[in-house]
């Protein structure tokens, strides 16, 4: 459970003040009237938590959540933890943290060798957050290797082949349709002879066809099995923040076909819908590894609870 803290100095201020640009509209949805919620009462009541619990619901905490929530707020009453509401803020912070740090992971980005495949319905930013990816790992001195193994697509071969680029790592693609695990054996051979850290695979994005998602998850997986024996072998699934409780769906639907390492989650800044992230983390029990705040080469970073609830609170 190791957490990189990214750069030093001012970065972490470009960071955080990115995440929280990111969560204005969350922030201006759920923040400002959970305020305005609290001004209006002196002491917790029933009412207060009845207009609480529609207010988490309405921010994307999801349904679930929102009464595990409510449950540790009123286990607080009762113990006299809280009287004013004016408390409600802090205890809801506290719980909202303490919900988002159990499976806490971030991205080691000196744990290597590593093998990531990234998969996730279309357009989420699977093909743009390998490319951040890989600028985290080559900037901690990382050699890495991208596998276009979207070959769906000529432009997705093209696009991956932009981000290696730009990040300044190596690609191994072969022709439009040819077979995804062909294309990842050849990256496994070619990482393995040249000394590479971290292999990220790309994957076209596709769920209507649960069965031969399944068995091209599963050829993949045997490929990597055979090819890179006993190294680490994650599977991010990348999720699209303002799809809001859509995204939760998907995660449940391809947790049924791929063992799910971790999530990137995605596109978190102009959502009105941060809260998701809650409820990612509590429903589901798959640990959020990065986010994504944007478009640019370093919009994307590893995840850390006590930031993201500071940018969601704060300001
Ligand atoms: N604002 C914003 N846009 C993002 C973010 N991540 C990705 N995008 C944009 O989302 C669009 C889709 O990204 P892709 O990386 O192509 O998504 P994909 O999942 O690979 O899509 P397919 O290959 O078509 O399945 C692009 O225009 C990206 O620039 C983010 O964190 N914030
Ligand atoms: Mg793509």
Redesign the pocket.
Known sequence: MTVIQKDQGDNIMGWFDKLKA?LRKTREGFKNKLKSLLAAFGKVDEDLFDDLEELLITSDFGVETTEHLMERLRARVKEGRIIEAAEVEKALQEEITSMLTKGEQGLDTEDVPVIISVI?????????????MAHLYKSAGKRVLLAAG?T??AA?ID?LGIWAERAGVEMISQSEGADPAAVLFDACRSAKAKGVDVLIC?T???LHNKKNLMDELAKMNRVVEREMAGVRHETFL?L??ATGQNAVNQARAFSEVAGITGIIL?????SSKGGIIVSICEELGIPVRL?????GIN??QPFVPEEYVRALFEG
């Open positions: 990111g996730g319905v279309n357009g989420v930013g699977k093909t743009t957050s390998i490319g951040k979207d769906f697509r997705a696009q790309d076209a994005g596709r990348v699209d923040a995605t596109k978190l800044d102009g986010v994504g705040v944007g478009e919009d994307l």
